[in-house]
């Protein structure tokens, strides 16, 4: 069963427009929510978190939102630029230090 | 410190044959975690060490899989018996010092069991 549900699987966005990555959880027991970037051949790296108290968390160009009554988090990319051509994954841990349990993923291609 | 690093990068062995992979933390970190990538996935979580002692393990590392931290600085994750289904990317992930909750990924290590 899969913990952390991440929708959609792929996204083809022009260039400045608005990307949009959604996901939901089930464990209330989740208190730390981040989002990765992974490039091909590389390891994922830590894009924004958020923890429940907080509805909203805007980074630069990154902003996640946070709905704890209907666990869900959704990823916005405003400006989308070809360099945020990468797979995200919404992920969720039970502390900020525990294992962190990843959601399937979501390529993202901006295109010129 | 360049951050997490992996040996080898690639691994391509036949089956039934046992392999061991290395992870360099980040120096001062204290945390070290195993993940497990399939194509078109996200990691998985595999285990986890606090300085030399294992703290958690999934139940994703059956009998075949062990790792060791012995002196709390790199770490090793031993296949044996490799099986076609262990064929995936196995990431390594370090945390602590002054911002400790952010998990820090190595490039990891792409293994083919052929």
């Known amino acids: 069963q899969q913990q952390v549900k991440q929708s959609p699987q792929s996204l083809i966005v022009q260039k400045g427009g608005i990307s949009i990555i959604n996901c939901a959880y089930e464990?209330?027991?989740?208190?730390?929510f981040p989002w990765y970037q992974q490039f091909p051949g590389k390891g994922p790296a830590l894009l924004i978190a958020?923890?429940?108290?907080?509805s909203e968390k805007k980074e630069g160009r990154f902003t996640i939102s946070f709905n704890k009554s209907a666990k869900q988090f959704s990823l916005h990319i405003m400006d989308s630029q070809p360099g945020d051509s990468a797979t995200y994954f919404c992920?969720?841990?039970?502390?900020?230090?525990?294992?962190?349990?990843f959601g399937p993923g979501t390529s993202l291609s901006v295109i010129p | 410190d360049t951050g997490v690093s992996q040996d080898p990068r690639h691994k391509i062995t036949k089956r039934g044959q046992n392999v061991t992979f290395r992870c360099d933390p980040i120096s001062e970190h204290n945390r070290l975690y195993w993940y497990r990538q399939t194509l078109g996935q996200g990691p998985e979580f595999l285990t986890y060490f606090q300085n030399e002692a294992q703290l958690e393990k999934s139940r994703l590392l059956s009998d075949r899989f062990s790792a060791e931290r012995p002196k709390g600085s790199f770490s090793t994750l031993e296949i044996q018996r490799t099986e076609q289904g262990d064929s995936a990317m196995y990431l390594c992930?370090?945390?602590?010092?002054?911002?400790?909750?952010?998990?820090?990924f190595g490039p990891g290590t792409r293994l083919t069991v052929t």
């Open positions: 992920a969720a841990s039970e502390t900020s230090y525990d294992k962190v349990i």
């Open positions: 464990n209330t027991a989740f208190d730390y």
């Open positions: 958020i923890r429940p108290d907080v």
């Open positions: 992930a370090s945390s602590g010092g002054q911002v400790s909750y952010e998990q820090y």
